[in-house]
């Protein structure tokens, strides 16, 4: 390269005598020229990738795309800033290399850092698998992996810098035991959101109910320190990760399947038709193809009620709470017409007045002109 340069005649140039001005320019205009055909090259290798179905090839490229032309323009300007330094002071060329060093370590992770994000992001995503992965594994482990580059990069930029790696461990050893003591609450938090991605009680999506605290509604986010749960009335509750670990939760997106288990009353008048109305409503359900025909099924004569004999139905369908109740609504409303086929009505609350023979009811206008007997101790009036 010296010998190319030597050999041009350079002599009737402007600056011939400071060659490395335009060093300065050849490079800052390569990186121009080599960042623009690095761009039509991407460009034409992502239009590919995303012809496939593959989850690693355009999570590749979508995830190179930016380090590499920030690495292209930073190099470029770092190699001419360094040539401009060497004519002015050795120093600043040490501290440019340096940099360079640094801030090559930290693209490497920055580019780690966004291929997780993307791979994560077509892991979950059903046009990149036939079967996607959860949701709640796959975050737990893209967080884990990001908080692996970032303590990675930022102690190889230590050791880099000329600290020492071991005595930086052996501070955080005696440091963590004083920012535990402050941060008991963080780091609590911090654990309880760690047993939930190992013991997975909920996941996202999953609809969550405590009988001890007034949380319900369906997880949208699991966080290290917060878990938003959208409440059916749209409200978002934040909830810290530490309550988890001392509520009993349920998970009712879990169900098998739900159960209907309801009871009907007929009237005492309509006793004799108990029996064929029991046993009507039983070859109703055994014939309802949204009735699970594997689970208990039960309808039994239960009790003589205050003003109804009662009947109990008890199955199980669905775990779909919209379409259980449109099953619940068809079988209470065939177990309605059951009732009426059988000559027999649905009971209500009614009270019977039971009166003596020997009582008779006075008929005719009251007379209130008739002079009103005056009680015992009442003063007349004077007219």
């Known amino acids: 390269m010296n010998e190319l340069i030597d050999s041009l005649p350079l002599e009737n140039l402007p600056l011939a005598g400071q ?34 179905k593959s989850v690693w090839d355009d999570a590749l490229v979508i995830a190179v795309r930016k380090p590499l032309w920030v690495l292209i323009w930073s190099m470029g300007l770092f190699w001419a800033a360094r040539i401009t330094a060497l004519k002015m002071d050795e120093d600043v060329a040490d501290v440019l290399e340096t940099m360079q060093s640094v801030l090559l370590i930290g693209l490497l992770a920055w580019f780690l850092l966004r291929l997780a994000s993307r791979i994560e992001e077509r892991l979950v995503d059903p046009r990149y698998l036939q079967k996607p992965m959860d949701q709640t594994t ?35 050893g005696i440091g963590g035991i004083a920012v535990g003591f402050a941060a008991k609450d963080l780091l609590a938090n911090f654990f309880g959101g760690l047993m939930v991605y190992l013991d997975r009680p909920f996941s996202v999506g999953e609809w969550v109910r405590s009988p001890d605290k007034e949380i319900e509604g369906t997880v ?7 878990t938003r749960i959208r409440t059916f009335d749209k409200r978002p509750i934040y909830v810290p990760n530490a309550i988890f670990t001392n509520v009993v939760l349920q998970n009712p997106s879990r169900m098998s399947h739900r159960r209907i288990f309801e009871h009907i009353g007929i009237r005492y008048d309509d006793i004799q038709h108990m029996e064929p109305i029991v046993k009507a409503v039983r070859e109703m359900l055994k014939n309802h193809p949204d009735i699970a025909q594997d689970q208990t099924q039960m309808v039994y004569f239960d009790r003589c009620a205050a003003s109804s004999v009662d009947f109990f139905i008890y199955c199980f369908t669905t775990p779909v709470w919209a379409e259980y109740h449109r099953i619940k609504e068809d079988v209470l409303l065939k177990i309605l017409a059951i009732v009426v086929e059988h000559e027999a009505q649905v009971a209500f609350p009614t009270s ?6 020997g009582l008779a009811l006075r008929t005719g206008e009251p007379d209130f002109s008739a002079p009103r007997p005056q009680a015992q101790g009442e003063k007349g009036v004077a007219s």
């Open 220 to 226: 949208e986010h699991i966080g290290w320190r917060l």
């Open 138 to 172: 796959v975050s737990a482990i893209g967080k884990l992996l990001r908080i692996s580059v970032v303590i990675t990069c930022g102690l190889v930029i230590l050791q880099t810098l000329g600290y020492s790696v071991s005595g930086v461990l052996a501070f955080g």
């Open 19 to 52: 060659l490395w001005v335009y060093k300065v320019f050849a490079i800052v205009f390569a990186s121009l020229v080599i960042a623009y055909l690095g761009k039509l090259i991407l460009d034409r290798i992502e239009a590919r990738a995303l012809a496939t």
């Open 352 to 357: 019977t007045l039971h009166v003596p023979d």
